[in-house]
């Protein structure tokens, strides 16, 4: 009994160094972020801090939030590119874009957005086994404030598919 509380006690201290070592590493990489994307990142938000400063940080505008695509027959592939602009002060970094569901699927520039560029979210949404009135979300995460924003393709679905 003594020899096992014995081995569970080393092995705990081992591991204890280990998480000492990896916190160092995540110290360094950091740091290694110097002068790298990291830079570019700006949180204008801290936990004592009452007002937020948004006056320097990515701002993402879309031409069309809202995609209708009218009336489509089940099985139809409905595909729509939403153009954005980048219209902070900082380059718009996008995180994540997803939908609520398989059937709809988004891209995204992986690159920074410079202030005052633009690109595209191409979205597909395919109608296999829907039917009726189609209201699909597509959330972006990336480095604005709030840092999520919704898109929507939205439509009729007409008929089962086979």
């Known amino acids: 009994m003594l020899k096992n509380m014995l081995f569970i006690l080393v092995v705990f201290g081992a591991l204890a160094c280990n998480d000492s070592n990896l916190a160092k590493d995540e110290n360094n990489r950091a740091e290694d972020l110097e002068g790298g994307i990291a830079e570019i990142i700006r949180n204008p938000v801290t936990a004592d801090q009452e007002e937020i400063d948004t006056s320097n940080i990515a701002r993402i505008s879309f031409s069309e939030p809202t995609y209708e ?3 489509v027959d089940a099985g139809a592939v ?3 590119d939403f153009a954005f602009t980048n219209e902070g002060k900082v380059p718009l970094i996008i995180s994540d874009v997803r939908s609520t569901c398989g059937c ?3 891209d995204w520039p992986k ?3 410079a202030p ?3 690109g595209v979210i191409p979205v597909r949404f395919d109608t296999k086994n829907k039917n009726g009135r189609q209201n699909k979300p597509i959330t972006i ?4 404030i709030p840092a999520k924003t919704i898109i929507y ?3 009729q679905v007409d008929g089962e598919s086979s």
Not at 141 to 144: E, F, G, Q, R
């Open 116 to 118: 005052g560029d633009g």
């Open 104 to 106: 709809t699927v988004a």
């Open 141 to 144: 995460t990336a480095n604005i």
């Open 153 to 155: 393709m939205n439509g």
């Open 69 to 71: 695509f009218s009336r």
């Open 111 to 113: 690159t920074p957005i």
């Open 78 to 80: 409905v595909t729509h």
